[in-house]
């Protein structure tokens, strides 16, 4: 039973390449007194990574060169000398990229509740990404019925969630992504209104234009760049921008916004503000179960994108910054005895 792992081997610059990754073998560890060896079945590739990756990227935490890269994962109890943990237990915590995850003392494992979906929820829409669409939206922008909702990255982890969450509150949700197939699966599949690939477009404020013609009273923004500009100067009176992630700025050295941010906020009367999910944690343990109740009610569909096998973990975080995941994009590394 041999472990393999994945390091964080190099600082990237600019866009992550294969050699920011490197393999390794190893034993599989055993577990002292209180200890929990758990089985990965699947890790989690997600945008923040890249910031965590550089030290000059300000996102506050970073990773160590050499270290197994930490990540959220959900696998299964191997062996446990925890009494908080029998072996068979669905888990997830922030565990690493690796097969097997030796986590000391049981620190920061949970156990999942499998009656609220499919085991790997609990990393995407029963957890972060998921929670992270409901502040941001719901929390911190209090959408009203009849509001134009528009949001960017819109089919990826937390983008999905966002336009179905403003839909059950009687908005317009307005969605862009970076393919035609991803716009057809906004309109088809997660029930946006009115979507488009701003890659195509012949620009993206003429896009706005068209797709939101009452104008924007809430934008949530994950791309920055000239996206957020083009949306400032289409804001309602009033409106709401909460800046959950700016993805189209992450691998450049410095950015600067093409327009008088501060000028057209005060123009429109809005707000924006950027939030970082970890400040809004207390209530989580209420979050799965009120999330899993939509979903069962058939309030809200959530699609996972899973790349298979360890050895293809560098490439799927690699293209998901590229955009080619359609949903949260997960690395299956061992069997998923619930499937
Ligand atoms: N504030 C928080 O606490 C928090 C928590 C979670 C996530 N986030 C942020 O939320 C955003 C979305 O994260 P996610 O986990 O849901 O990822 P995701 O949307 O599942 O995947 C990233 C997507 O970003 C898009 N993208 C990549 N480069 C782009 C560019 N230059 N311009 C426009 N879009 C680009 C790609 O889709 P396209 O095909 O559409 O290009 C890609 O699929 C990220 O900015 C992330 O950092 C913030």
Redesign the pocket.
């Known amino acids: 039973m041999d472990n393999r792992q994945i390091l964080f081997a190099k600082i990237p610059v600019g866009a992550v390449t294969p050699d920011v990754f490197e393999f390794r073998d190893a034993p599989t560890p055993t577990p002292g007194d209180g200890d929990v060896l758990v089985r990965n079945i699947y890790l989690s590739c997600?945008?923040?990574m890249?910031?965590r990756m550089d030290p000059t990227s300000g996102y506050g935490v970073y990773f160590d060169v050499g270290e197994i890269l930490p990540a959220r994962v959900v696998g299964q109890v191997h062996e446990s000398r925890n009494p908080d943990f029998k072996v068979g237990d669905f888990v997830w915590g922030f565990l690493g990229w690796e097969l097997f995850t030796l986590v000391a003392g049981g620190e920061g494992l949970r156990v999942i509740d499998p009656s609220l979906g499919p085991i790997s929820h609990a990393i995407t829409v029963l957890g972060?990404?998921g929670r992270?669409a409901e502040?941001?939206i719901y929390d911190l922008s209090d959408p009203k019925p009849g509001e134009t909702v528009y949001v960017?990255?819109?089919?990826?982890?937390?983008?999905?969630v966002v336009g179905q969450l403003a839909k059950m509150k009687g908005c317009r949700a307005v969605g862009?992504?970076?393919?035609d197939a991803?716009v057809a699966h906004l309109i088809d599949n997660l029930g946006y209104d009115a979507a488009f690939n701003?890659?195509t477009v012949s620009s993206i404020g003429a896009a706005l234009d068209e797709h939101c013609p009452d104008g924007i009273d809430i934008y949530f923004?994950?791309?920055?760049?000239e996206?957020l500009a083009a949306v400032l100067e289409r804001l309602n009176d009033g409106a709401r921008v909460p800046?959950?992630?700016?993805?189209?700025?992450?691998?450049l050295e410095s950015s600067e916004s093409p327009v008088d941010q501060d000028a057209l906020l005060a123009k429109a009367n809005a707000t924006l503000g950027?939030?970082?999910?970890?400040k809004?944690m207390d209530n989580f343990d209420a979050f799965p179960p009120r999330m899993a109740a939509w979903m069962k009610a058939g309030k809200l569909v959530y699609y996972e994108?899973i790349v298979e096998g360890l050895d293809n973990a560098p490439d799927a975080f690699i293209t998901?910054?590229?955009?080619?995941?359609?949903?949260?994009?997960l690395v299956r590394v061992s069997d998923d005895p619930t499937l």
Not at 221 to 225: L, Q, S
Not at 274 to 278: C, N, T
């Open positions: 997600d945008p923040y890249r910031g972060m990404p992270t502040v941001g960017s990255a819109a089919c990826g982890a937390v983008g999905q862009s992504a970076g393919s991803k701003y890659k923004d994950n791309v920055g760049g996206t800046v959950c992630g700016q993805i189209s700025q992450y691998d950027k939030f970082s999910i970890y809004h994108d998901m910054m590229q955009g080619e995941n359609l949903g949260k994009r």
